[in-house]
């Protein structure tokens, strides 16, 4: 369907890459950026957008910038690691929609950044969530089982108060 739309690589519409640019403006909507697929070498075709010209191609995401990023965040193959929790933090997490603690960690698996994917896991080893790390691997091992008024003493720094914050946390 869409390559009917945007013609096949090399046919009239093609030349240029379209099917490229239509299918990199949908995947922008479904993750809440609206897009426009203009002729660049329109002049001053930017600052004519940008005062609200129509020119162009719009495509208007449908996707509320929140619900994206959690879709993200759930469809992120390239997981980084892992973290192990208590039954109580997984209550907390699962069940009543709470941050995931440092303190409900068990266990830090696997090697990851802060920002990264990360998945988290009951004591069975099921995953319940997926959520964007805070914190470092090496950092949550150290933060792990210790409270947040202990961080700074730790890690020479202070952080964030939570492992993952709700808003970059999706039960999965």
Do not use: C
Not at 42 to 54: F, H, I, K, M, N
Not at 125 to 145: F, H, M, P
Request: glycine share 12%; proline share 3%; charged share 25%.
């Amino acid at each position: 369907e869409l390559e009917t739309m945007a013609g096949g690589a090399g046919s009239a519409l093609g030349r240029g890459g379209m099917l490229t640019k239509v299918l990199a403006a949908k995947r922008a909507a479904r993750s809440g950026a609206s897009t426009i697929i203009a002729w660049g070498r329109e002049p001053d075709v930017l600052l004519r957008l940008a005062s609200g010209e129509a020119i162009g191609t719009a495509l208007h995401a449908s996707t509320q910038k929140r619900a994206a990023r959690k879709q993200w965040i759930s469809d992120h193959l390239q997981l980084r690691g892992a973290v192990v929790v208590d039954d109580g933090a997984a209550v907390k997490v699962r069940d009543d929609g709470k941050s995931l603690l440092p303190i409900g960690v068990v266990e830090v698996q696997g090697d990851f950044h802060r920002g990264d994917v990360i998945a988290v896991r009951g004591l069975d080893g099921v995953e319940l969530a997926r959520g964007l790390a805070n914190y470092s691997s090496s950092e949550a091992r150290l933060i792990a089982r210790r409270p947040s008024g202990e961080f700074e003493r730790l890690l020479g720094f202070t952080g964030e108060p939570e492992l993952i914050h709700p808003d970059n946390l999706v039960l999965t």
